[in-house]
Every structure is written in structure tokens, then in C-alpha cells.
Nanobody
Framework: QVQLTESGGGSVQPGGSLRLSCAVS????????MGWFRQAPGKQRELVAV???????DYADSVKGRFTISRDNAKNTLNLQMNSLKPEDTAVYYC??????????WGQGTQVTVSA
């Protein structure tokens, strides 16, 4: 059974940084795609950043140049470094993985709040 556990959310002022981590159990290996999504109040869930195989990561236009997705195979974690945060980045952030059989898993989400 795949389990995803996010951490690292919190409150930060505009221009600040946060680093989200997603612990992938039992292993980070064996997925077709891994990524981060977010959902702001009253809005649909949207893709933030995704990485698939050996391809370059894809980012939402709104976060390009500010966010970086990465993985730590030794720690079985998927990470999202968020810099130059803006109030519009406020949302619940979800870790997501997609298996080769189209099986999909979500974490429980972690709140990110950006305000002065």
C-alpha cells in the first residue's frame, strides 16, 4: 500500500521561502509520474510541478523560476522548494504519484499560507 505524507507547510511573509517534503512509503521507485498539486479556497486543484522518468520537470507558469521539484532517492522523499512566495501561492499542497498501471495516490495535504 502506497502512503504519501507531506510536511513543511506553514505561514510565511511574501518573498519568503518554504520547502515541502513528501515521504513516499514503501519506496519512491516504480512510479510513472510524481508531482505536487495545490488547491486554494473556492478553486479547483491545479498542477504545480511534475516530474516523469528522465524528462525535465514541468511547472505551472505561475511558479516557473520560483519553485523547484526534486527527489531524494536515499530518503524516499519528493520535495518542493518554494522561493519568492506570493499571497496567491496560498493553498493546500498535495503530493501525488501515478503508477504505470494508472494507479494514483494522494497525500493528505499541507497548508501553505503567504501573508504580510
Amino acid at each position: 500500500q502506497v502512503q504519501l505524507t507531506e510536511s513543511g507547510g506553514g505561514s510565511v511573509q511574501p518573498g519568503g521561502s518554504l520547502r515541502l517534503s513528501c515521504a513516499v512509503s514503501p519506496s519512491i521507485f516504480g512510479f510513472n509520474r510524481m508531482g505536487w498539486f495545490r488547491q486554494a479556497p473556492g478553486k479547483q486543484r491545479e498542477l504545480v510541478a511534475v516530474m516523469a522518468g528522465s524528462s525535465d520537470a514541468d511547472y505551472a507558469d505561475s511558479v516557473k523560476g520560483r519553485f523547484t521539484i526534486s527527489r531524494d532517492n536515499a530518503k524516499n522523499t519528493l520535495n518542493l522548494q518554494m522561493n519568492s512566495l506570493k499571497p496567491e501561492d496560498t493553498a493546500v499542497y498535495y503530493c501525488n504519484v501515478l503508477g504505470f498501471l494508472r494507479d494514483e495516490y494522494w497525500g493528505q495535504g499541507t497548508q501553505v499560507t503567504v501573508s504580510a
